[in-house]
């Protein structure tokens, strides 16, 4: 039987077509098990999966275990990378492409990927200081004043300011996350920050170094008069700044909106100020009343200025106030748990004792020993009765 | 005190050291997949040394001590695998060929011995070098922040220089021979063309790496997969095994002499080794394997010998300084360093001394290279006298077959694709008569496309 044998040159030709066709092949299937190219805006869609995507960095942070957030942007989608294990760094404007598996929770979309090895660079975007309305989907590095803090002060992790960078009148809100900042802005701050400026001229902000206070504002004590006067003449600056006001309310505050004047009563110089719905509650007509963190913010559909109030405290409840019963077009509703002299001559009717004025009538309880058809002068609260569905007055044994 | 730290100390090194030379003999099992299995087995470790009065995070610098020990133990048993078998790990996969060499010559042992003691010289060097490094690397000198910025060119340059440095002269003008057959004889253009075959198979090689560290390899078992084992195995190892068979090249008796080694061979081998060891452990994207290139580049015509000794140095001094680089840049550069930094906390080395931890750890590396290098002359000479005794051609086919095997268990069927290719590629270099260490293009032309 004759021995197969190969020869040195047939081995060699052999082993250099199957080396070459063995690295074709498994560059086809290195390339046929590439993971899907997915734009931001449909991440979702292959939630549990692992994608490759690509965006601009807006911020970052980076926690002591080593891992590092990063949020990042591509046309107006804003999603978070989470990135398990990284050694770089990258700042606002880099554009990125990273490989790994996207997660969702509540409205968030995200994507985990092991570490930097899964993410290459691809440029940087210029970053812009200029903020333009127009040049959304861009990144600022811009400076301005805090106009308003909203949310921040209640221990909101994460919560809005608004920012007057220059748009006009239109303030820009920033969203950004608080808890990764080193300071809380306040109102009046200088501030730098860091962000996208997203279609709804909102700059969102991600990250320890996008907010940062480059000067704290001073508290500036004014009074409503001056505040008014000030607006009046064009003093600009007073926007920016963190008011401290002693005034009272000049009328019972209506939801989140009360009126705001340098005197008990009687004075026309107010202004319209806005509080969080629960302040209200334990503020009355005629109370004086001490503002601080306030500030002004241009309320484009009355065309004014409004007063935001960070802090309201009550300095000093009201006394009576002396109304009239027949001049009152509203009834004594807006006196609602106020304390009230009015004049009139008692009357009894279905076995309940009124005030009349003329012709207005008000039920009054408590009143102890009263002489009726005398008119004199009545003080007590005025309170709603919710099972009659009206109004009284609780003398609590004033006589 | 004893009782408080040195006994546990003692018996967290211990335990390192019996994981290492598992993780170390096993082909394709690697450190990394033990510390990650300690890792996750540590809170259990918590609550069972918590009763006898360890607090938690003493037990979790216990645990990293083990991780460190098996990792130093590792680098001294893996040569016993790459000698006697012919499977590397991209550590070891150039000293399989002087080591095998050696095999066929009867002085295997003498190929394991030499790598103990580049092992151990270079745990030596690795602690001489460690308080230079600590000024070398940080402030002052800083000298980490400038190799990174230069890291691309620095890599380009290495592979040209071995490129270039391809001293084989191909036959390349054609001439009919005796019997009337075409054939190649040389010419004045005989070394460049050389130089030309040696580019081809780096440029394959980097292809086929480009290719594999892409793949989706998965184990049909759920064994942790890398790709690099079939990869590396496959050029590094069954091509050598199998160009052995085709030469019918059989293991002659083995003789368990101590090596022949001078001073003026050990003393710069391991020296070039472990300070080349050493600065790779501080580059990201870097292996013992690109060390090794670099480190052959300052040896002119070396010595089977003085390879071993250098490799060897250059692979445990990497993972000496792996664990350096965690405390000196705050950077892991290893899966087992990952594991350490997740154990335990992790403070910059800024004075001139180690921290604490630091040294603890030191103390278990230590440990678990004295017990390496008597575990590896022990286990290297029960080999040597056991392998004569098995028909070598019988053998080698075995060790395929368990190549194969092993590969498949931990890579599937792609990674059985990719181990017969990179045989392939890997059987190329003594076809055409190069040097096989072009074939590390399969690490180094990816490491440069990574960080271009």
């Known amino acids: 039987m004759r021995k197969f044998k190969l020869g040195l040159g047939a081995v060699r030709s052999f082993v250099l077509l199957f080396s070459l066709t063995g690295v074709l092949i498994l560059t086809l299937i290195a390339h046929l098990s590439e993971v899907p190219d997915v734009e931001l805006k449909h991440l979702r869609e292959y939630s549990g999966e692992t994608v490759e995507c690509g965006g601009t960095v807006i911020g970052s942070v980076k926690y002591d275990s080593g891992s590092v957030k990063l949020l990042i942007h591509e046309n107006g989608t804003v999603v978070e990378l989470y990135i398990e294990d990284l050694d770089d760094s990258f700042e606002p404007g880099e554009r990125l492409s990273v490989k790994g598996e996207v997660y969702t929770y509540s409205s968030r979309v995200g994507v985990t990927v092991q570490n930097g090895r899964y993410i290459s660079r691809e440029g940087k975007v210029p970053v812009l200081d200029l903020l333009h309305g127009s040049n959304t989907g861009r990144i600022y590095n811009t400076m301005g004043h805090i106009s308003r803090v909203h949310r921040m002060d209640r221990g909101d992790l994460e919560g809005e300011i608004i920012f007057d960078g220059g748009l006009n009148r239109s303030a820009t809100y920033i969203d950004i996350d608080a808890s990764e900042l080193a300071i809380k802005p306040r109102t009046g701050d200088l501030v730098n920050v860091t962000g996208l400026l997203t279609d709804k001229k909102q700059l969102v902000c991600f990250g320890p170094g996008s907010v940062v206070v480059l000067q704290r504002a001073v508290p500036v004590e004014y009074s409503i008069g001056r505040v008014v006067d000030e607006l009046a003449s064009g003093y600009s600056e007073l926007i920016t700044r963190s008011l401290i006001i002693e005034c009272y309310s000049k009328y019972e505050p209506m939801g989140s909106s009360l009126y705001l004047s340098d005197e008990p009563s009687g004075s026309d110089i107010s202004i319209k100020g806005r509080i969080d719905r629960d302040q209200g509650l334990f503020i009355h007509k005629g109370d004086l009343v001490r503002i601080e963190n306030a500030s002004l913010s241009w309320e484009p559909q009355e065309a004014r200025y409004v007063l935001e109030i960070g802090t309201l405290m009550l300095i000093e409840p009201h006394g009576p106030w002396s109304i009239n019963l027949d001049s009152l077009s509203w009834g004594v509703g807006e006196f609602e748990e106020v304390e009230v002299t009015t004049t009139g001559s008692l009357e009894e009717k279905g076995g309940d004792l009124y005030i009349v004025d003329e012709e207005v009538m008000l039920r009054v309880v408590g009143a102890g020993e009263m002489e009726l058809g005398v008119e004199r002068e009545y003080s007590g609260v005025v309170r709603f009765d919710t099972g009659r569905n009206d109004y009284y007055l609780d003398t609590g044994g004033i006589p | ?452």
């Open chain 2, 1 to 452: 005190m004893i009782m408080e730290v040195i006994l546990p100390l003692l018996i967290a090194a211990l335990v390192g050291t019996i994981l290492g030379v598992v993780t170390g003999l096993i082909p394709g099992l690697h450190v990394n997949n033990v510390a990650i299995i300690m890792l996750s087995l540590s809170p259990i470790a918590v609550e069972t040394l918590g009763g006898t009065g360890i607090d938690g995070s003493t037990v979790f610098l216990l645990v990293a001590g083990s991780i460190v020990a098996t990792s130093m133990t590792h680098t001294f048993l893996d040569f016993i695998p790459s000698t006697f078998l012919g499977a590397p790990e991209a550590e070891t996969a150039l000293s399989v060929l002087p080591a095998h060499g050696m095999l066929l010559e009867g002085r295997g042992y003498s190929a394991v011995a030499l790598s103990a003691v580049g092992s151990f010289g270079a745990v030596v060097v690795g602690i001489l070098l460690l308080i230079p490094y600590r000024f070398l690397v940080n402030e002052p000198l800083n000298g980490y922040a400038l190799l990174k910025e230069f890291m691309v060119w620095v890599l380009m340059g290495v592979c040209i220089l071995m490129l270039v440095t391809e001293t084989a002269r191909l036959p390349y003008i054609p001439r009919r021979g005796d019997e009337g057959r075409l054939e190649l004889e040389r010419g004045p253009l005989s070394r460049t063309v050389g130089v030309a075959a040696a580019v081809c198979l780096f440029l394959l090689a980097g292809a086929l790496g480009l290719a594999v560290l892409n793949l989706p390899v998965e184990s049909p078992f759920g064994l942790p997969a890398t790709v690099l084992f079939p990869t590396l195995s496959g050029l590094f190892g069954t091509s050598t095994l199998l160009e052995s068979i085709r030469g019918g090249a059989d293991v002659p008796k083995q003789y368990l002499e101590p090596p022949d080694m001078k001073t003026s061979e050990v003393v710069p081998s391991v020296a070039i080794g472990g300070v080349a060891g050493s600065v790779v452990g501080f580059l990201p994207g870097m292996s013992g394997g690109v060390a090794t290139v670099v480190a052959m580049l300052f040896r002119k015509d070396p010595k089977p010998t003085s390879v071993i000794l250098t490799l060897s140095a250059i692979n445990t001094a990497n993972s000496m300084f792996v664990l350096g680089a965690l405390f000196l840049i705050l950077r892991p550069r290893s899966g087992a360093a990952i594991v350490v930094n997740e154990l335990i906390s992790v403070s910059e080395w800024s004075r001139i001394l180690p921290p604490s931890e630091l040294s603890l750890l030191l103390i278990c590396a230590l440990i678990a290279s004295c017990l390496g290098f008597f575990l590896t002359l022990f286990l290297g000479a029960r080999l040597a006298n056991l392998l004569p005794r098995v028909p070598y051609t019988k053998l080698a086919a075995g060790i395929i077959i368990f190549i194969a095997v092993s590969v498949f268990a931990f890579t599937g069927l792609i990674g059985l694709l990719v181990l017969l290719v990179s045989t392939s590629i890997g059987m190329l270099a003594p076809l055409i008569g190069i040097r096989r260490s072009h074939a590390m293009g399969v690490l180094l032309l990816p490491v440069i496309v990574m960080i271009w």
